[in-house]
T-cell receptor
Framework: GAVVSQHPSWVICKSGTSVKIECRSL??????MFWYRQFPKQSLMLMAT?????????EQGVEKDKFLINHASLTLSTLTVTSAHPEDSSFYIC?????????????FGPGTRLTVL | ELKVEQNPLFLSMQEGKNYTIYCNYS?????LYWYRQDPGKSLESLFV?????AVKQEGRLMASLDTKARLSTLHITAAVHDLSATYFC???????????FGTGTRLKVLA
């Protein structure tokens, strides 16, 4: 149990285009989901907290107009990188907290590698 | 603001040897997590430590937590090649659910 999927697992796009990444909790409902980014050989940095039915909370320094987050259902959160540029190339990982257990338990997705040319 | 640091950043060791990875954190953390990450992959949960003195073991890995010293350790016993990976610890500031990750320790076990 407690499986989180991400789609796509790998994407290459041209500079200036937008890319949508999906994060799904497959066998549980998740009121809260989190989005992280990881640069090569570096640690994970929390970008934002996504709550179902409400606006996401962004960490300091993360542009909310660039990284649009939508958490429209209890099993799906999406991250859209708008007008992507090469510096947005990174590994994006989501995590989900099962509803009713509390956000201190997070299950991580497999990650999405974004390369912007 | 919680900051989490790991030591060492890189570790190369021979099979059969023991070693410890250290995770220091700057302020109170409700919980301490250890994760493993293989190249190009996401995180695999290893341990969750909830209280002072907590010790958990799984196979050749053992994690402990000293909240007074704000220190967690991940001890590797008789390392094998399959343990080669990057290991992260993460804390959660008191009253929040935000994971703050350490710098990571890249472990390479030589056959």
């Amino acid at each position: 149990g407690a499986v989180v999927s991400q789609h796509p697992s790998w994407v290459i796009c041209k500079s200036g285009t937008s890319v949508k990444i999906e994060c799904r909790s497959l066998d549980f409902q998740a009121t809260t989901m989190f989005w992280y980014r990881q640069f090569p050989k570096q640690s994970l940095m929390l970008m934002a907290t996504s709550n179902e039915g409400s606006k996401a909370t962004y960490e300091q320094g993360v542009e909310k107009d660039k990284f649009l987050i939508n958490h429209a259902s209890l099993t799906l959160s999406t991250l859209t990188v708008t007008s992507a540029h090469p510096e947005d190339s990174s590994f994006y990982i989501c995590s989900a907290s099962p509803s009713g257990i509390g956000p201190d338990t997070q299950y991580f997705g497999p990650g999405t590698r974004l390369t912007v040319l | 603001e919680l900051k989490v640091e790991q030591n060492p950043l890189f570790l190369s060791m021979q099979e059969g040897k023991n070693y410890t990875i250290y995770c220091n954190y700057s302020t109170t953390s409700d919980r301490l997590y250890w994760y493993r990450q293989d190249p190009g992959k996401s995180l695999e949960s290893l341990f969750v430590l909830l209280s002072n003195g907590a010790v958990k073991q799984e196979g050749r890995l053992m994690a402990s937590l000293d909240t007074k010293a704000r220190l967690s350790t991940l001890h590797i016993t008789a390392a094998v090649h399959d343990l080669s990976a990057t290991y992260f610890c993460a804390g959660a500031p008191s009253g929040t659910y935000k994971y703050i990750f350490g710098t990571g320790t890249r472990l390479k076990v030589l056959a």
